[in-house]
């Protein structure tokens, strides 16, 4: 396993000390028994030769070496995705993408760790499956957002002269958790960028069609936050095609951590959205998602 490497992304990334420290605890430990050195280089070797079962490969043989190491399976599960990350740092460089790219990319393994501290109390990941599409160099951060090109599967959008149907391609974006709030300057940058990043890779010609699927885009919980949120406006940039209710707030672990998992009364309330988000669902307001499209060209929003 390459320390020096991975040392030298903690600290670009500005991992917290305290989870570096027991990183490297890790893999000092690692490191300086064959049987586990050669383990560990095995499975990431078996992660790049089968891209369709990076999550089924990682977390079944981090609960084994947990139990065997006595360590935890989450922590286990991070280190292998920042053993990984010298091959996928080479990768970027063999397809000539702009490194910033790489480590824009790659401090969602911050977010995640970050969250994984906050809901399990342990420095490392619960959701390694999340991760396969940008070690394929399949999904990329540009700017705010994390961008994915996707072969579009639903039912035919047509608004004016656009029309998008089952089998074209579209670009499906995701919403990380960084401390970066979703001002209009940040969310137009970010669209910006993957369009310009898009059409040189792609060379395709007009506008660019963005679909996003998240529990952001429901309409209540705009309300709910108030017309001047950066949630209400970042909605508005959307013309939303299927609007879900669901029985429960599935993704109150995404604002509350380990605290989604208690009765609503007992949710903190640090943040504003933490405060609003409660009074919705104290005054019985609804829970759900929304899917929608954004078409893109290059400058402002046409749909």
């Known amino acids: 396993m390459n320390k020096e490497f ?10 917290p000390e305290e989870a570096i420290k027991e990183f490297d605890r890790l893999i000092d430990l690692i490191n300086n028994d064959l049987y586990y050195s050669a383990y560990f280089d095995g499975v990431v070797d078996a992660f790049y030769a089968d891209k369709n079962q990076h999550s089924e ?3 079944a043989i981090s609960d084994k070496l947990a139990e065997k190491m006595k360590e935890n ?7 292998f995705l920042l053993a990984a990350l010298p091959r996928l740092f080479e990768k970027y460089k063999e397809q000539e993408i702009d490194e910033q790219i790489f480590w824009d990319s790659t401090l969602d393994l911050r977010a995640k760790l970050v969250e994984c501290h906050k809901c399990k109390s342990v420095w490392g990941t619960f959701v390694t499956g999340w991760f396969g599409r940008f070690y394929e160099l399949d999904r990329f951060a540009l700017g705010r957002f994390q961008f994915e090109k996707n072969t579009y599967d639903g ?17 499906g974006f995701h919403i990380p958790s960084h401390p970066v709030s979703l001002t209009d300057e940040v969310r137009f940058d ?12 792609d060379n395709f010609e007009g506008p660019i069609i963005f ?18 949120s950066n949630v209400s406006k970042f909605q508005k940039d959307f013309d939303l095609t299927c609007v879900k209710e669901k029985d429960k707030f599935y993704d109150a672990w995404r604002v509350y951590y380990a605290n989604g998992d208690l009765p609503v009364e007992d949710w903190q ?23 929608g499209f954004i078409v893109f060209d290059g400058e402002k929003i046409i749909n």
């Open 73 to 79: 399976t989450y922590t286990l599960q991070m280190l």
């Open 6 to 15: 991975i040392d030298n992304f903690m600290s670009h990334q500005e991992f």
């Open 269 to 291: 309330e640090d943040t504003s959205m933490q405060r609003k988000l409660k009074k919705h669902f104290l005054d019985g307001g609804m829970a759900g998602d929304a899917y």
């Open 57 to 59: 490969i990682f977390i």
């Open 211 to 228: 679909t996003c699927s998240s529990w952001l885009l429901f309409p209540p919980y705009a309300k709910a936050l108030g017309e001047q």
């Open 190 to 201: 970010s669209y910006r960028r993957a369009y310009e990043f898009y059409k040189a890779r």
């Open 155 to 171: 039912a035919v959008y047509e608004k004016g002269d656009i029309i998008v149907k089952p089998g074209d391609k579209v670009y």
